[in-house]
């Protein structure tokens, strides 16, 4: 039998690249780890600019992952959203219209999508801030039918994801990456690639 391949591509900013982590894996790499069968083969790059919000990303995103598709391939693309347009100050409805038209060039150009929405912080205040972008990209992706991966709802009280947090300048470590790496698999990952889940253990 023939072997699928998948290309996959991801963009987003310093914690797709695993910044951090002392294992140098990040979320993606300890995700990408858990995704191997026999029947099929993914081929990941990975394209990670710092502080990037969803301006910079649309405009970047879709020229930078060309050249890494493939007309002979099934090709993905995962888009891991930050905070940062709490940063720049963006109104949600201009978020919402980038993560938009992320969405509708992938769908145009036959890419399935996977969004993964932005985790929280230890300020209370950017954290409700965060939670109202989050439930607009989340809305953004489920009205175009695309997979979308909230990292922020079961994160924002989790004391292990916390505790990583403070031990860290803010930033997740071995045990954030870790958290957030389970949330892709467990939240329609393999699905999403149409690869059968594997057994526990």
């Known amino acids: 039998m023939e072997q699928r391949i998948i290309r996959l591509v991801a963009v987003g900013d310093e914690l797709l690249a695993g910044h951090g982590d002392p294992r140098a894996l990040g979320w993606f790499g300890r995700v990408l780890a858990r995704t191997t069968s026999p ?21 970047r995103w879709l020229t930078e992952a060309r050249p890494r598709f493939s007309d002979a391939r099934e090709n993905r693309v995962v888009i891991a959203l930050s905070d940062a347009d ?62 979308y991966v909230d990292t922020f709802t079961p994160l924002q009280h989790h004391e292990q994801w ?11 470590g071995q045990a954030g990456y870790g958290l957030i790496a389970w949330l892709v698999l467990h939240r329609g990952w393999y699905q999403w690639l149409g690869m059968p889940e594997p057994a526990a253990g």
């Open 162 to 172: 916390r505790n990583d947090l403070a031990a860290n300048d803010g930033a997740p």
């Open 39 to 59: 029947e099929t083969l993914v081929e990941p790059y990975q394209l990670a600019a710092p502080r990037e919000g969803t301006e910079a990303l649309a405009k």
């Open 86 to 147: 709490l940063d720049e100050e963006l109104s949600t409805a201009r978020s919402r219209l980038n993560l938009a038209n992320m969405l509708d060039a992938a769908s145009q150009a036959s890419i399935k999508a996977m969004v993964v929405g932005p985790p929280p912080g230890l300020d209370a205040d950017r954290n409700r801030r965060l939670a109202e972008l989050s439930a607009a990209f989340a809305d953004v992706a489920s009205r175009r039918h695309h997979a």
